[in-house]
């Protein structure tokens, strides 16, 4: 991910799901081992783009493999039970996009690897939408926060995704936060298309640009 927006800390009350609410699926379908995969931390396009690229290696359908981008206008998405949100807000982070992968196996086995999560990985769709979207919470807060989603192929995300990571340079030229230790990731044309894939507008880049609404039902078994 890029540069976080750090969202002042507030009290959400009495919270509609809760981890005790929740007995996780533990089953993976793809039987990976996420501790060996790559991981910087607060480079969420990248860490996603090696998790599809060990998928797309490792099983015998990568059709049913989707890579989602989350993010809006005022850049500033909501996600809960992420690893560097605060306990007091149900670990909530607000960021400026964040990425996670879909594997559809059945209509009745839809999983989420989200690798920011510190929950099980992966999670049922379901689980994921009530512990990490916190659909009823998100109601409640302004408009700034509400979410827009891309949905790509996974393959379409390895083709298209190019980064020269300058959007996490500051202006004396240090990072925001240590980059991957390996070279940045380019297409054959271009070496960044990070800014078109978190737009949440039809452009150039691939995939189907909807609201939260739309993709719930999209993936909802």
Same mark, same amino acid.
């Given at each position: 991910i890029s540069h976080i927006s750090i969202m002042a800390d507030k009290s959400f009350g009495e919270v509609p799901v809760a981890l005790n609410e929740i007995k996780p699926d533990t089953t993976?379908?793809?039987n990976l081992d996420i501790n060996t995969l790559p991981y910087t931390k607060f480079y969420c396009e990248e860490n996603i783009w090696k998790l599809a690229e060990h998928i797309s290696g490792?099983?015998?359908?990568f059709s049913k493999c989707y890579v989602?981008?989350?993010s809006n206008e005022k850049k500033? /998405?909501?996600f809960f039970h992420h690893k560097t949100g605060k306990v007091e807000n149900m670990y909530m982070q607000v960021w400026d996009y964040h990425l996670f992968v879909i594997w559809k196996e059945s209509k009745e086995q839809? /999983? /989420?690897?989200d690798l920011d999560s510190c929950l099980l990985?992966?999670?049922l769709f379901n689980q994921y939408k009530q512990l990490s979207l916190q659909l009823g919470i998100i109601e409640r807060m302004s408009a700034e926060f509400k979410r827009s989603y891309r949905i790509l192929k996974a393959q379409?995300?390895?083709n298209y995704f190019a980064s020269d990571r300058s959007h996490m340079i500051e202006s004396n030229g240090s990072y925001y936060a240590a980059p991957p230790p390996y070279d940045p990731i380019k297409t054959e044309h271009s070496t960044h298309t990070l800014d078109e894939l978190v737009a949440m507008k039809k452009n150039a880049a691939p995939g189907h640009v909807c609201d939260e609404e739309s993709f719930?039902?999209?993936f909802s078994p």
């Open positions: 993976d379908p793809l490792n099983c015998s359908d989602i981008i989350c500033r /998405v909501p839809i /999983v /989420v690897y990985i992966p999670m379409d995300y390895l719930i039902k999209i």
